[in-house]
């Protein structure tokens, strides 16, 4: 059983609930789920419960936790489960630059409207900058591909 007061502060602090059903989703549900992951106070059973509640019925990350019997022993197997196929840095890295891709090979033939280009590049930009990629490690690569979005 879930302690109906931890329940309400965990829920008040914390407005994840469904929020992860794939890959894209990590970086928003890991920051917010990271607070109930690392309190001690939350027995290993009541985080795997909220973890059930934080991803989205149906999904892969869902289909993923429900092969673990929902104790407190498989909590962290089930984390580690999560963690190595949705929050490996290598995978999110390549997930925000095939989304810059998906930007600009289309804009090469049809140029949009620049301010619009400019919002969504920033917003994958801000995402690789976040795990780490800036343009210190990768401007041999990204300038030229965002140079070749840009209209004449």
């Not at 407005?15 to 690392?38: M, P, T």
């Not at 019925?57 to 498989?74: A, D, F, H, V």
Request: glycine share 4%.
């Amino acid at each position: 059983m879930i302690n109906p007061a931890l329940s309400h502060r965990i829920k008040s602090n914390c407005s994840y609930r469904r929020s992860i059903s794939d890959i894209k989703d990590w970086l928003q549900f890991w920051s917010l789920f990271k607070r109930i992951h690392g309190d001690e106070d939350i027995e290993a059973d009541e985080k795997f419960q909220y973890l059930l509640q934080a991803i989205t019925r149906n999904s892969k990350p869902r289909q993923l936790i429900e092969c673990y019997t929902p104790t407190g022993e498989n909590y962290s197997k089930a984390i580690g489960s999560l963690r190595s196929r949705f929050g490996r840095e290598d995978l999110l890295i390549e997930y925000y630059v095939r989304e810059l891709l998906k930007l600009v090979l289309p804009n090469l033939a049809n140029k949009t409207n620049l301010a619009s280009l400019y919002d969504e590049m920033d917003a994958q930009l801000r995402a690789l900058d976040t795990l780490g990629v800036t343009t210190d490690t990768c401007s041999a690569m990204l300038y030229p591909l965002l140079e070749s979005s840009r209209p004449e």
